[in-house]
């Protein structure tokens, strides 16, 4: 029999509470399990998995760590890992973990599918593509992965491989309303409108309310309705000569033209908005507003300099925010926060209302106030003699930061006053290994070092 205050019996009923949605008391129970048997790697996965469903990613980091401490070949600790990261907006450790699960698991499309999504994120679409292209061929009878290579080509405008992708993704799941509404963008794009509004007409079939799918077919219908008249025009005027025995009509002539003379300037007019309402997005920062109404204004004119002009400016300064905000990531993930601040800055003055950019500022500078905060700390403690509240701050600062080697400077002090030498040597060569620069840690040893050999 199994005994009810077992980890086994823990973990059975995290198990079961997990199965019915009660992350909750699952969480408990898997704690409970590793309090009876804390090397067991499969409780830290299963406690970790249940955190990723509260959205408590930082625990899920920690349990998925913990696992792997005790099981350093199981592919899925790694791979939910990468999930955690993701989730918790730190795509390069995302990365890095999901190829860890890869190296042990290299047959796995879902691991192939969440690192393409990160590459993705990172606006890397050339690897992303290679890593949704292996998913698909690893599990080609799967619509998120066809779907998601095709996505990618679209936003890497090699519209034909995205086109032949998302007939596929539709052929699999034919409820799945992006794909036709990406497939009507690219019908769009080159003007084959039939099949643009095929594809349109299909997403509101599924989904009654999408705006965007509406919207396009609006745009559609003002320009096809112009080519059209246009075109009629165009082939009634020849059809109206008059017999040889009568004059012509030349007031019918005039309002034969009429018309097309109207539409060109209703175009006009809609074209000259756009443009004025591109122009007041640029002026207030709002980039994709921007770019949407501009590039409008140049469908509906040729030739329209202004707006072509406006509209290369509203991209390019796109691109160089979030090349900024990448660079910006990229700091925060190697705990480079002052560095990762500035970055998040100068991409928020180019684009002042995005609020991933300014969550991740808020971010970084609580980072950076903490750290602050913790070394003023571990120094007064330090001053004050309070060694096991300087040390309790500096492993939370270490924790914290943990390529930050005045961290590792401050825990190394704090062990020689301890006496605590092999520890302190540890750290010290910690600090060189970060900032080989470092003199005052390098002084610190080499005296340490004289110190013991006394």
Do not use: W
């Not at 989730?87 to 599918?113: H, R, T, V």
């Amino acid at each position: 029999m199994l005994n009810i205050n077992s980890s086994e019996s823990y973990y059975n009923k995290g198990i079961a509470q997990f199965e019915k949605g009660r992350y909750d008391l699952s969480i408990e129970n898997f704690k409970k399990a590793i309090d009876k048997n804390p090397t067991n790697s499969q409780y830290y996965y299963n406690l970790g998995l249940a955190y990723i469903k509260v959205e408590q990613y930082d625990l899920a980091i920690e349990s998925f760590n913990e696992g792997i401490k005790y099981n350093s070949n199981d592919a899925d600790l790694f791979h939910n890992l990468g999930i955690a990261y993701f989730n918790n907006d730190q795509i390069f450790k995302a990365i890095k973990a999901y190829e860890q699960a890869l190296e042990l698991k290299s047959d796995d499309p879902d691991i192939y599918g969440n690192l393409g999504i990160a590459y993705f994120n990172l606006k890397n679409y050339d690897d992303a593509i290679k890593c949704f292209s292996k998913a698909v061929e690893l599990n080609p009878e799967n619509p998120s992965f066809n779907y998601n290579l095709a996505y990618t080509y679209y936003e890497n405008e090699q519209y034909d491989l995205a086109e032949q992708l998302l007939l596929g993704t539709v052929a699999l799941n034919n409820q799945d309303y992006d794909a036709y509404f990406n497939l009507g963008n690219i019908y769009l794009k080159q003007k084959n409108y039939p099949k643009a509004i095929e594809n349109y007409n299909a997403v509101l079939s599924i989904m009654p309310d999408h705006a965007k799918a509406k919207a396009a077919l609006d745009q559609i219908n003002s320009i096809e309705n112009a080519e059209l008249l246009a075109e009629k025009q165009e082939t009634e005027i020849p059809k109206q000569d008059p017999p040889q025995d009568k004059p012509v009509n030349l007031l019918k002539l005039a309002l034969a033209e009429k018309p097309k003379e109207e539409l060109v300037i209703d175009m006009e007019i809609e074209a000259e908005n756009s443009f004025t309402v591109g122009i007041n997005y640029l002026e207030n920062h709002e980039l994709e507003l921007a770019i949407e109404n501009l590039k409008n204004a140049i469908i509906l004119r040729n030739n329209y300099q202004e707006a072509q002009e406006a509209f290369e400016k509203a991209s390019n300064l796109l691109k160089e925010a979030n090349n900024l905000f990448d660079i910006g990531l990229s700091f925060f993930t190697k705990n480079k926060f002052n560095y990762a601040c500035d970055y998040f800055k100068q991409a928020l003055a180019i684009k002042p209302n995005d609020n991933q950019f300014k969550d991740m500022l808020d971010r970084t500078q609580k980072k950076i106030e903490f750290i602050e905060k913790a070394k003023k700390d571990c120094c007064l403690y330090i001053e004050k003699g309070r060694y096991y509240l300087a040390i309790e701050v500096a492993e939370k600062l270490v924790a914290e930061a943990p390529l930050d080697p005045d961290a590792y400077f401050q825990l190394g002090i704090i062990c020689i006053k301890q006496k605590n030498y092999e520890q302190a040597i540890k750290c010290l060569k910690k600090v060189l290994s970060l900032d080989p620069k470092r003199k005052d840690a390098s002084d610190t040893l080499y005296k340490l070092i004289l110190k013991i050999n006394k």
